[in-house]
């Protein structure tokens, strides 16, 4: 008598670390993997990222049956999986930046925005580690899901979920198994510009056997009571963040003003552009992506000797030298070149790169602006629930287990509704 298939989740990387995680959920013989992200850690300071440098350093996970075998040498073991698929969150790096290391067989879904913005971000080959045997520059092939309908591998279906983070398209995913229902939020939030959408899919997870939960909100145990905390420090909600940005503007109506935000927060863009009393000017690189990934045109201008951009309209450049001289007209993304801003001038920080203390390049870049005297505005709003919401977020699901990932501290996560789950790395779990 052979014994029944059960429900199994793997968890390969992403537990104690903000971002990077890697999941496994099989039943028989078909299996999903979910995300595809690195973990990111410049201090270490690697001579490269090569597959196994990335392994080596557990920045990646070591997933079996999921990687291009050019990159591992080791073949799939189809006998075992009959079925396999991958899905991907969202656009951030540390969810998305290792999946052209997916074999080429294995279909890969994410939500339809990511999908499409996916390979305007890696034009140039600096967003995702490249796939064996190609450029740097290619994409693998990303199938755009169609929101809440179902996709079949196997014995396993997965539903993707519109959600809400700081990154543009982010969703969640409810997979379902003949014994069991599992959700995983990915990075996620209720004071973004779409709760209506994140309340729908934790409905539609209520009562679920697992929930996979980022926890983000509660790695910093030693700030929760510290009102200028680094991850949930200024405005509340994003509507508060553009409203700010207008603010500033109208209190400064004779100072230059330049500003920066994500590459990947396409909409919190958009809506500054949309409310700014001042002209809004991109750089180049950033229209262009808007313009092949939305179809959306935007003033734009170039830094001297930049190579043009055959899709922009000649129309909405403005000239370098024109933004230079300006202190009333125009609110300007600001790259680089900080040495040519005029002194005594305003710069909002919108969690931009460099994104923080952690990251090598952010203290000199602060010098530069002090250098010109140039008032450094952050003006941040984070893409993760924080600790009530994450509380919240558990109350709406009410799961028989709890798992928390993506994050320093999953201990603090709790579940008043049933069991808590604290996995460690490579162990699998039988629900």
């Known amino acids: 008598m052979t014994s029944k298939a059960k ?62 075998p050019e990159l591992t040498g080791r073949p799939i073991d189809h006998q075992c999986w009959e079925h396999a698929a991958a899905y991907m969150s969202h656009l951030h790096l540390d969810h998305s930046k290792a999946m052209n290391f997916l074999a080429p067989e294995i279909p890969l879904y994410a939500g339809s925005l990511t999908a499409k913005m996916m390979p305007a971000l890696n034009e140039h080959g600096n967003f995702l580690l490249p796939a064996a045997g190609h450029e740097a520059s290619y994409v693998r092939p990303i199938i755009a899901a169609e929101y809440r309908k179902p996709i079949q591998v196997g014995d396993i279906t997965l539903e993707v979920w519109p959600s809400d983070h700081d990154a543009y398209g982010a969703t969640g995913l409810i997979i379902t198994t003949p014994d069991k229902r599992i959700a995983y939020t990915g990075d996620i939030r209720l004071h973004g510009y779409h709760p209506d959408w994140v309340h729908e899919f934790l409905a539609a997870a209520k009562n679920c056997d697992a929930l996979i939960i980022e926890g983000t909100g509660v790695s910093w145990p030693e700030e929760k009571h510290d009102q200028s905390s680094e991850e949930f420090t200024g405005p509340k909600n994003e509507n508060e963040l553009t409203a700010q940005f207008v603010e500033l503007q109208k209190d400064n109506p004779e100072r230059q003003i330049t500003f920066n935000t994500y590459p990947t927060n396409v909409e919190r863009l958009l809506r500054i552009i949309a409310d700014s009393p001042r002209r809004v000017v991109l750089h180049a690189q950033r229209a262009h992506l808007l313009k092949e990934s939305l179809g959306k045109d935007f003033d734009y201008y170039y830094l001297p000797g930049e190579e043009k951009f055959a899709d922009l309209q000649p129309e909405l450049a403005v000239s370098y030298q024109e933004l230079l001289n300006d202190d009333h007209a125009y609110l300007w993304q600001a790259v680089g070149n900080y040495t040519d801003l005029q002194e005594g001038g305003l ?37 993760h629930a924080d600790e009530k919401e994450l509380k919240e977020i558990i109350k709406e699901v009410q799961p028989a287990n709890l798992i928390p990932v993506h994050t320093l501290h999953p201990e603090l996560e709790e579940n008043p509704f049933g069991e808590r789950i604290l996995p460690k790395r490579n162990q699998t779990i039988t629900l």
């Open 7 to 68: 429900t199994t989740i793997t968890f390969y990387n992403g537990l104690t670390t903000i971002g990077g995680p890697m999941i496994e959920v099989a039943y028989n013989k078909s299996h999903v993997l979910f995300d595809l992200g690195e973990v990111y850690r410049p201090e270490l300071d690697l001579p490269d990222e090569k597959y196994q440098t990335l392994i080596a350093n557990q920045l990646i996970g070591d997933v079996p049956n999921f990687y291009d």
């Open 347 to 383: 710069y909002i920080h919108s969690n931009a790169e460099p994104l923080g203390d952690f990251d090598p390049a952010y203290q000199p870049f602060l010098q530069a602006l002090s250098d010109k005297k140039i008032e450094f505005k952050g003006l941040r709003c984070s893409g």
